[in-house]
Structures are given as structure tokens and as C-alpha cells.
């Protein structure tokens, strides 16, 4: 059941003066770079919240995918946690982790592995506190072999917009670097 102040605190930021908000709020969701890594967290009395909250509409929910593509694109696992709840509850293939210092290690073994990553989510569907993702990925390992992986995963939200489960299904397979769909320039 959502928090009785989410709807008031949306509310109030729709009231405010679009240049009062931070840029990542007045954003078109559209746009590749609504909400991105650097989305907006709230402080409430010692509480994080990570907009944007659930219940999800297609727009909420389709920005919350933009958000996660666009941190996890950075393979900064110490910023990407901070998505994640204290407490999170992870099946990542068979790897099961609890915790969101477990998920920042993982994170971090995962791209001293998987090298040149880059990741593309969409929206799959979505309901009250629960989002689920379609998705794909490229990198090679150490030895230069590509894959590319394809997944689902299902993502359980607490009010304060914070990830609270993520159950992910992944499949690799291997391709030649000229059979690469994602080649964009990453920022680093």
C-alpha cells in the first residue's frame, strides 16, 4: 500500500515552478536522459526516497527503467546501490545476495569481468510497486570473446522508492565483435 505522503509530496513538487526543480524532475520521460544515474533522492526525516515512487503509472515506470539502464551503463556499483534498499533481496542467475553492500560487490566483480558493457532495459509491465524488464547486454571477457546477454528481471519497489527485490534471469551468448548491436561511446 503506498505511503499516504507520496501522493501529497507529488502533489507539491507538481505545484512548484518548473526552474525550481532539479533538472532531472522537469525532464521530458521520453528523453534517454530523464532521471538518469543522477536522479533526484529526497531526504525525509533520516529517510531516502528515490523518485520515482510507486504506485508506478506507464510514466513513472517507464522513467524508473531509463534511471536503472542509464546507472547500471556507468558500472559504478557503489552509485547503483544506493537504488537499492538496505535489506535488498537479489537472484541474479544463481547467485542469491542479500544486501545492499553485497549487491555493490557483485557489481564490482561483475565488470572486472564482463568488459566494454553496455545495457539496454525496456518497460515490460508493471503494477502498484512491481516492475518487470526486458533486456540486453554486451561485453567481453578478458580473453576479448563478446556475448551478449538477454534477460528478464523483476523488480519490487518499497514506498520509498527504493528496490527492495530483483529477481534476474539471464542467457549469454557468444557473438563476433561485428555482430555488436551497442556501440555507443560510454562516458567511461
Known amino acids: ?13 507538481a505545484e512548484l515552478p518548473k526552474s525550481t526543480l532539479p533538472h532531472q524532475a522537469r525532464a521530458n520521460p521520453h528523453s534517454r ?15 531516502i526516497m528515490k523518485p520515482p515512487l510507486p504506485p508506478f503509472s ?12 542509464d546507472a547500471w551503463n556507468t558500472r559504478d556499483p557503489e552509485k547503483i546501490s544506493l537504488a537499492y534498499s538496505i ?5 541474479n542467475r544463481s547467485d542469491f545476495l542479500e544486501g545492499r553492500e553485497a549487491v555493490a560487490h557483485y ?15 525496456t518497460l515490460w509491465s508493471f503494477t502498484g510497486n512491481h516492475i518487470a524488464v526486458k533486456f540486453e547486454y554486451e561485453y567481453h571477457n578478458t580473453d ?7 534477460g528478464n528481471e523483476l523488480w519490487e519497489f518499497a514506498d520509498d522508492g527504493l528496490m527492495q527485490v530483483r529477481e534476474a534471469s539471464i542467457n549469454d ?5 561485428s555482430d555488436r548491436k551497442f556501440r555507443w ?3 567511461s
Request: net charge positive; charged share 30%; hydrophobic share 35%.
Open 144 to 150: 576479448g570473446q563478446w556475448f551478449r546477454a538477454y
Open 87 to 91: 535489506d535488498t533481496r537479489w537472484r
Open 58 to 69: 506507464l510514466e513513472t515506470a517507464t522513467a524508473k527503467v531509463q534511471a536503472a539502464e
Open 107 to 121: 557489481l564490482q566483480g561483475k565488470w572486472q569481468r564482463e568488459l566494454d558493457y553496455r545495457l539496454k532495459k
Open 1 to 13: 500500500m503506498p505511503h499516504p505522503n507520496h501522493a501529497l509530496l507529488n502533489h507539491r513538487l
Open 173 to 177: 551468448l557468444s557473438i563476433s565483435e
Open 33 to 47: 536522459a530523464h532521471l538518469g544515474d543522477n536522479s533526484p533522492s529526497i531526504i525525509k526525516k533520516n529517510e
Open 185 to 187: 561511446t560510454r562516458s
